[in-house]
């Protein structure tokens, strides 16, 4: 059993950033990381491979947002630029237990952090 502790979050005035990041207690494979608007469903926010070689975003952040990670620290990070009052949701940090590839949906990740707040005013 793997168990991700998620920080960073926080209050950021539109058009700040912040950098979250994912700490694992074990090794995994693909992660990503995914938000929970208020009222709205969770969503896919991006994912990493396992080298960290491939990357892949939603549409609503891509450009704004990057992944990384660092394997010898099993941690993985979101850098997030020119927040929008639209990104304010808890963000949650998963991760896949065998798959090594992109995996963007939520189904195919085993653990899951127990999200970070994010919230950006305009």
């Known amino acids: 059993q793997v168990q991700l502790v998620e920080s960073g979050g926080g209050l950021v005035q539109a058009g700040g950033s912040l950098r979250l990041s994912c700490a694992a207690s074990?090794?995994?494979?693909?992660m990503g990381w995914f938000r929970q608007p208020p009222r709205k469903e969770r969503e896919f926010v991006a994912a990493?491979?396992?080298?960290?070689?491939?990357?892949y975003y939603a549409d609503s952040v891509k450009g704004r947002f990057t992944i990384s990670r660092d394997n010898a620290k099993n941690t993985v990070y979101l850098q997030m630029n020119s927040l929008k009052p639209e990104d304010t949701a808890v963000y949650y940090c998963?991760?896949?237990?065998?798959?090594?590839?992109?995996?963007?949906?939520?189904?195919?990740?085993?653990?899951w952090g127990q999200g970070t707040q994010v919230t950006v005013s305009s």
């Open positions: 990493i491979s396992w080298s960290g070689g491939s990357t």
């Open positions: 998963a991760a896949a237990a065998r798959l090594s590839g992109i995996v963007t949906g939520a189904g195919l990740y085993d653990y």
């Open positions: 074990g090794r995994t494979y693909t």
